[in-house]
């Protein structure tokens, strides 16, 4: 079976198969990342631009090392340094960025379908690495790879999704990849930050009670409060909002106790989870920052085209 999509722009466009081998495929590479020379000629030869026109610090910096160990030739820009900030627009970048032939461009936007825009432009293949809060497949299928390692499987999965759903792209990408590989999705946060018919998104539950979304949960994925994305004032402070929505050593043991608790970066300790929490033995948080590399590294692999996977 052979991976045929030219972009990644989403989870939604992806089947349950695209992403078991996505995932598969990640597997294979993170022994790479365990070796004392990390780097394979798989890629070598091609280019990938890395756009990234918001702040990141996870997935810009995965994203690059993945293209390096993959060998191929990799180049950053972001927003602040480029013409964008003299007033070129978003598709002109992108098609004197493909003047130079480039294979891959990964790109972050603030806008949500920026990934889709540059898609139906330009003919080199789009990674979207977060468009406004439409999605963030490639969190999403991190995320997946963790919880795979750790629960053997996804199928049959109760997983709890705590915090500013309303702004989130990791939720929504999250919520098709979890309901495609068979698992429920509780969501749960302020009435403020729930949007109005997220549940039909996937095998979703919403929740405004954050007891009853984590009772008996496998896993719990905790969110920041989006601050950047939100042009009203939606939760009365944040020591409320810690205290009502916050994960801490009391309410975690509501969970089942084999749960794992994750988190997609970066975390406000003390708000939406405690630093007890945090750095307790159920947290698999840099466990997801390692995974972000090989799948990162599957994702490019599997958009280029290459015909075999080499990894000596």
Same mark, same amino acid.
């Given at each position: ?31 790479? @990342? ?139 990408? @999250? ?75 009391? @309410? ?30 159920? @947290? ?29």
């Amino acid at each position: 079976m052979s991976f045929q999509h030219k972009h990644i722009l989403g989870i939604e466009q992806l089947s349950s198969e695209d992403i078991q081998m996505i995932l598969d495929t990640g597997d294979a590479f993170k022994e790479v @990342n365990t070796r004392d020379i990390k780097k394979v000629p798989t890629l070598r030869g091609k280019t990938i631009i890395n756009a990234f026109f918001e702040a990141s610090t996870r997935t810009r910096l995965s994203f690059e090392i993945a293209g390096k160990r993959l060998s191929a030739d990799t180049v950053n820009i972001s927003g602040s340094t480029s013409s964008v900030v003299k007033g070129e627009t978003l598709e002109d970048t992108a098609k004197n960025i493909e003047a130079m032939a480039p294979d891959i461009i990964v790109i972050r936007h603030g806008h949500s379908g920026s990934a889709h825009y540059l898609a139906e432009r330009v003919d080199c293949s789009i990674i979207n690495a977060g468009d406004g809060a439409h999605e963030h497949p490639s969190q999403a299928l991190l995320d997946l790879m963790t919880i795979r390692e750790h629960k053997g499987s996804i199928e049959g999965l109760e997983v709890a999704i705590v915090g500013d759903i309303t702004h989130s792209r990791v939720v929504r990408s @999250n919520i098709y990849a979890l309901s495609k590989m068979g698992a429920k999705v509780r969501l749960c946060g302020p009435g403020t930050m729930l949007p109005i018919g997220i549940e039909r998104l996937g095998n979703v539950e919403v929740f405004t009670d954050m007891r009853d979304a984590i009772q008996d949960a496998d896993v719990v994925m905790m969110l920041r409060i989006q601050m950047e994305r939100q042009s009203n004032i939606m939760l009365p402070s944040l020591r409320e909002y810690a205290r009502f929505y916050g994960l801490n050593p009391t @309410n975690v043991q509501l969970a089942k106790p084999d749960a794992i608790v994750m988190h997609p970066g970066p975390i406000n300790r003390g708000v939406e989870i405690s630093s007890v929490v945090a750095d307790g033995v159920q @947290n698999v948080i840099l466990d997801q920052v390692e995974n972000g590399v090989a799948v990162r590294m599957a994702l490019l692999y599997l958009v280029s085209g290459v015909e075999s996977m080499q990894t000596k």
